[in-house]
């Protein structure tokens, strides 16, 4: 192998990821400069115990030297995590939005309890089925009931199933999410059963933290919690926020040597940089987000694009959801084919149906630019390449939200 493979794999990936592309994909979004050279820093070579941890039922002091920035950095960005979620208390550790599940979902059950998601055939996280999460923590796994009509939780069956069900944790959230939660008849269901209700947020965690889609703090959820990279423009990895001080203290508990051990300094450091950036952006960037999703999917559809939930004025997150059936008829194309055919006019999309706004409005689109976008969407849907018009639109942008 060439000595400069994995140098050259960078710079064609920066070229035709960042370039040549215009990303659609939900879960992913970019990091400001300062963001990512946090990641590139020296950050990314230390050790430090991670402050809190216990050993033998004693606080254990840092046993590493040289630690003491690393040990601030934590600190000032859980401080900051506090501030833009409102929280009482945030930890920074998870390296994942999967792992703060992992860490959550520990920290709120005992073996043989009954957790309950949204199915994945409604667009829930596949990582709450019965062959993951709760399989490696002995749970039973069950499902929430759902109105595909309204594309939401089917909130009156639902809050039932949990009084009599009584689960010992709900979690609220999705991969596929388009709408908020009506949460007080959960949350009532809840507290009178003993359940804990906690909200994974992977998806929507950057409308949060600009304070739209919902609060879900606010509205009932014990915890929330979720990856930091999807609506979220940080760096890959994950954040838990609780107003409650008990499950602050379960969470911390489940942190070194049970989830995790190094949590990634470089990464600790880029996210408060993120945090740091959604402080002064969020509100205006959260809003641009949504604003986008709508207007995209009125253009999309106003050609004649099948986008679903029209009368529900399409989204009211950083996602669009495509009608499959509708588009084999269209454009005879199943939608795995369909997303190779967009990538090949670097139209990235991926294969779940979804359509995301968050990269665009980070780079800087606003409603205004979503017409031509339509466009050019439709004439790769035809099977026409794009690929230099796509281009010349990317090179109109350079990022937006980021302090200087
Ligand atoms: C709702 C939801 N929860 C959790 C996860 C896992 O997050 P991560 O990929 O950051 O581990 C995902 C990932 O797509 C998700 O959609």
Not at 33 to 60: C, H, K, M, W
Request: glycine share 8%; proline share 4%.
């Amino acid at each position: 192998m060439k000595n400069t493979y994995f140098l050259d794999s960078m710079r064609a990936q920066e070229k035709w990821r960042v370039e040549d592309s215009i990303n659609l994909l939900p879960s992913e979004n970019m990091t400001s400069p300062q963001a990512r050279a946090l990641l590139s820093s020296d950050f990314v070579n230390r050790y430090t115990l991670p402050i809190n941890a216990e050993y033998a039922g004693e606080f254990l002091e840092n046993s590493y030297r040289g630690t003491r920035i690393t040990t601030d950095v934590e600190l000032k960005a859980e401080e900051l995590a506090r501030e833009v979620f409102k929280s009482k208390f945030a930890c920074v550790q998870p390296l994942s939005g999967h792992i703060a599940a992992m860490i959550t979902i520990i920290s709120t059950t005992k073996k043989n309890d009954l957790m309950c998601a949204i199915a994945s055939e409604n667009g829930g996280y596949d990582g709450y089925g019965p062959a993951y999460i709760p399989d490696i923590f002995g749970l039973r796994a069950g499902t929430l009931p759902f109105d595909a009509d309204n594309f939401n939780l089917d909130t009156q069956v639902a809050a039932d199933q949990i009084r009599k069900q009584k689960p010992r944790l709900v979690i609220l959230g999705a991969s596929l999410i388009l709408f908020p939660y009506d949460m007080a008849p959960i949350r009532e269901a809840c507290s009178r059963s003993g359940t804990t209700l906690v909200y994974d947020g992977s998806h929507v965690l950057g409308l949060i933290a600009g304070g739209e889609f919902q609060k879900p703090l606010k509205e009932g959820a014990e915890i929330l919690y979720g990856s930091t990279h999807k609506s979220f423009f940080g760096p890959q990895g994950g954040l838990i926020v609780t107003n409650s001080k008990e499950h602050d203290a379960a969470i911390r508990k489940n942190l070194t040597w049970r989830i995790v051990d190094n949590v990634h300094w470089n990464r600790v450091a880029s996210l408060g940089q993120a945090l740091l950036e959604m402080k002064r952006f969020g509100p205006q960037y959260a809003k641009q987000v949504i604003r986008n999703s709508q207007r995209l999917g009125r253009e999309l559809k106003d050609r004649g694009f099948p986008i679903m939930f029209e009368d529900l004025g399409f989204s009211r997150s950083h996602q669009l959801l495509m009608d499959v059936k509708e588009l084999k008829a269209i454009y005879g194309l199943g939608i795995n084919d369909f997303s190779i055919r967009m990538e090949k006019s670097n139209l990235i999309i991926d294969s779940g149906g979804r359509l995301g706004t968050a990269e665009i409005t980070r780079l800087g689109f606003k409603e205004k630019d979503l017409p031509a976008l339509a466009d050019l969407f439709i004439e790769a849907a035809k099977g026409k390449n794009v690929k230099s018009q796509v281009k010349a639109m990317r090179d109109r942008f350079d990022m937006a939200f980021r302090l200087r």
